[in-house]
């Protein structure tokens, strides 16, 4: 497939869904209605297309009372369509990197970058309940380009990563996954415990962290 030009002044519907959704990780139908100025019911024809084509991918997010609502995002086939230059300059800088430094050192680099992200919502954080917390860490996530969602069972909760901006760097450089461990751990004021991962196959990369690490 021919890639797109994320400069084309006349992009077609279809290139626009999936430059939206490039942008923003995932979106709602109503909400790319809105971002392309077409109806609900064309975009819902176009990502109908564009899932068959194995380009876009869905899944359900539970957000309070209510039936659950649907995202839609761009699967690896989806984003490959777009120029990867910037890919290619991040994963040649981390190669360097790692031959120039011992891995102890390339992990306490990441490790510092999550913290100081950390730092940036620290007052946004101050004082509140571990659920609050984490629906305020769902919303500041996706700031940094992620999608989350999280679910308690019993008195572990479990934080999934329903897409994630490091995804593809991540595939050759695995000690990039540190950064949303560290984020997720130091957001939380909990260890968070990596149960699953996109790199061994599974769908989400997922989180646990007990409540009981408090008590």
Same mark, same amino acid.
């Given at each position: 497939? &021919?890639? #797109?030009?994320?400069?084309?002044?006349?992009?077609?519907?279809?290139?626009?869904?999936?430059?939206? @959704?490039?942008?923003?990780?995932?979106?709602?139908?109503?909400?790319?209605? $809105?971002?392309?100025? #077409?109806?609900?019911?064309?975009?819902? /024809? /176009?990502?109908?297309?564009? $899932?068959? %084509?194995?380009?876009?991918?869905?899944?359900?997010?539970? /957000?309070?009372?209510?039936?659950?609502?649907?995202?839609?995002?761009?699967?690896?086939?989806?984003? *490959?369509?777009?120029?990867?230059?910037?890919?290619?300059?991040?994963?040649?800088?981390?190669?360097?990197?790692?031959?120039? @430094?011992?891995?102890?050192?390339?992990?306490?680099?990441?490790?510092?970058?999550?913290?100081? #992200?950390?730092?940036?919502? *620290? &007052?946004?954080?101050?004082? @509140?309940?571990? $659920?609050?917390?984490?629906?305020? #860490?769902?919303?500041?996530?996706?700031? &940094?380009?992620?999608?989350? %969602?999280?679910?308690?069972?019993?008195? *572990?909760?479990?934080?999934?990563?329903?897409?994630?901006?490091? @995804?593809?760097?991540?595939?050759? /450089?695995?000690?990039?996954?540190?950064?949303?461990?560290?984020?997720?751990?130091?957001?939380?004021?909990?260890?968070?415990?990596?149960?699953?991962?996109?790199?061994?196959?599974?769908?989400?990369?997922?989180?646990?962290?007990?409540?009981?690490?408090?008590?």
């Amino acid at each position: 497939m &021919e890639a #797109i030009n994320l400069d084309e002044q006349n992009q077609t519907t279809r290139q626009r869904v999936l430059k939206t @959704l490039l942008l923003r990780q995932s979106c709602t139908v109503n909400e790319l209605a $809105e971002a392309v100025d #077409i109806n609900p019911i064309s975009v819902r /024809h /176009h990502l109908n297309k564009l $899932e068959a %084509e194995g380009l876009v991918s869905s899944y359900e997010e539970r /957000h309070g009372v209510g039936r659950p609502r649907r995202l839609y995002q761009l699967t690896e086939s989806g984003r *490959e369509l777009f120029p990867t230059r910037y890919l290619r300059l991040t994963t040649r800088l981390l190669s360097q990197l790692k031959d120039q @430094l011992p891995p102890a050192m390339v992990n306490q680099l990441f490790a510092q970058m999550a913290k100081d #992200i950390a730092a940036d919502y *620290e &007052e946004a954080l101050k004082g @509140l309940p571990l $659920e609050e917390r984490l629906d305020l #860490i769902k919303r500041l996530l996706s700031q &940094e380009g992620f999608s989350v %969602e999280w679910e308690k069972q019993g008195n *572990e909760y479990f934080i999934r990563e329903i897409s994630c901006p490091y @995804l593809q760097v991540s595939q050759a /450089h695995p000690e990039v996954c540190a950064i949303d461990q560290t984020l997720i751990s130091t957001l939380l004021s909990l260890p968070a415990e990596k149960v699953r991962c996109v790199l061994n196959g599974d769908n989400y990369c997922t989180y646990v962290v007990s409540n009981q690490s408090r008590e």
